[in-house]
């Protein structure tokens, strides 16, 4: 069992003494130091390799509430750099065994798990958090975080970020020997969508080169997962989160790669090709934790200035690490004050809805819309699409409470990086004609 004295003690050194480089409101004390485990609610996305660490890292630091959330179950690829877990956890929720084992090491801690997918929680739910911190192997799943963080930012009539909306977030992430900490701040610091561009597109091979003339495993794979999995199961999607499937592609390229004498073809190397999944490593995974749960102390308690704004950390060849000042994009369609859309009083939320694919800053399919907390439409689950169908063949003015303007969010599919990807974005939407004081007093209505 860790012992609090000693790491109050270690705290101690941060939260009660002043410093040249803390933060405005700092005021160093005991009841800092308490109110930082009483009062601070941190979300952990993420139980994988980094989530482990951080999960870990966090409750050292003294944050005695904290949330787990991760879809995903224990696999025996996931031991030798997921710490938390053991043989007999194979084939459990990552989130729930990551719980049990860190609260059985770290006295008076409370996290609870969350076993679900992260567009399953309602926004409700992430709102209930202090600040956010991520430790996600993917593009998509980051962008929607970044999009719900961002959802309850709010602007004053001349555009300017209100402090006391903002939803901190801390991001790491991790590929070999190689990691990035950042720290966004929406409406201050660039969020994620601001510097998308840093991430190249993902590799993609022609069909032509799968389907007739293989190389590498790696084809062997992707002709099974993208050609031969349609045809032999027409109409069925594939999911990469059942282990059946991925057995399923893994005998078949297995065949194909005998077939043309390719080697290489293993059930590890074909989960990583198909998930896309980034070779980690145990000891980068902990230098970046230490790093997010670093900038997550700092953000809660003001003891220093947080990170400005992007650290990289390379291992290849010695140790180098630097951290870069990014610019945030003024009009960012995710952390900006929102895409104005001006409309007639008399469209309806279906001809609303239909507006939106087109639009070419959006692009958005199957859109779910929310209007200050309350769902106008939902796509999913059918009970609530069945309960605001009726929504869709009445004015939008009407819905929203005929104000002149307001911020709605609207939750959909878009491209992101030429594939798929669950999007939030905020939409000002204002009205033809009609003038309303009361909205605009408060332009930015959260949800």
């Known amino acids: 069992m860790a012992d609090s004295t000693s790491r109050s003690r270690d705290l101690d050194k941060l939260l009660l003494r002043p410093g040249n480089l803390v933060g405005s409101s700092f005021e160093p004390g005991p009841e800092l130091r308490d109110d930082l485990g009483e009062y601070a609610r941190v979300l952990v996305v993420g139980a994988g390799g980094l989530g482990c ?63 679900c997918r992260i567009e399953d929680k309602e926004l409700d739910f992430y709102s209930d958090f202090n600040i956010i911190v991520l430790g996600l192997d993917s593009i998509e799943a980051r962008s929607y975080i970044n999009a719900v963080a961002c ?32 720290v966004i701040l929406p409406g201050l610091t660039p969020c994620f ?22 190389r590498t495993a790696a084809h062997c794979i992707e ?108 009009d960012c369609l995710v952390c900006g004050p929102g895409i104005l859309i001006e409309i007639d009083t008399t469209l309806t939320l279906q001809k609303f809805i239909e507006i939106l694919k087109e639009h070419p800053k959006l692009l958005l399919s199957k859109a779910s819309i929310t209007h200050r907390g309350k769902n106008l439409y939902m796509q999913a689950p059918p009970v609530l699409e069945e309960m605001t169908r009726s929504n869709l063949s009445l004015p939008l003015f009407d819905l929203m409470g005929k104000v002149s303007r307001d911020t709605i969010h609207v939750a959909g599919m878009s491209s992101v990086n030429n594939m798929k990807a669950s999007s939030m974005r905020k939409l000002r939407v204002s009205f033809k004609g009609v003038v309303d004081d009361v909205a605009d007093m408060d332009m930015a209505g959260g949800a």
């Open 53 to 115: 660490e951080l999960l870990k890292d966090l409750a050292l630091s003294g944050f005695k509430n904290l949330d787990v959330i991760d879809m995903d179950r224990i696999e025996v690829t996931n031991l030798n750099r997921q710490f938390l877990f053991r043989l007999e956890d194979v084939g459990k929720p990552k989130a729930e065994v990551a719980t049990k084992r860190v609260m059985e090491r770290v006295s008076d801690v409370n996290i609870v798990p969350h076993f």
């Open 223 to 330: 002709y099974a997962h993208l050609i031969k999995w349609d045809e032999v199961h027409r109409g069925k999607a594939f999911d990469p989160d059942e282990p059946e499937h991925m057995q399923w592609v893994y005998r078949e390229a297995d065949k194909r790669a005998e077939l043309f004498g390719i080697p290489g073809v293993t059930y590890s190397l074909t989960q990583g090709v198909v998930k896309n999944i980034i070779p980690a490593i145990a000891s980068t995974n902990a230098i970046i934790s230490a790093a997010c749960a670093l900038e997550t102390l700092k953000i809660a308690s003001g003891c220093s200035k947080t990170l400005s704004n992007y650290l990289t950390y390379n291992g290849v060849e010695g140790v180098h690490i630097e951290a870069t000042e990014f610019m945030r994009d003024k």
């Open 151 to 182: 959802s309850f930012l709010e602007y004053d009539a001349d555009d300017n970020p209100k402090e006391e909306t903002m939803k901190p977030m801390v991001d790491g992430g991790t590929e070999g020997f190689q990691g990035h900490a950042r």
């Open 193 to 214: 969508e601001c510097t998308i561009w840093l991430f190249p597109p993902q590799v993609k091979f022609p069909l032509c080169t799968l389907a007739e003339t293989p």
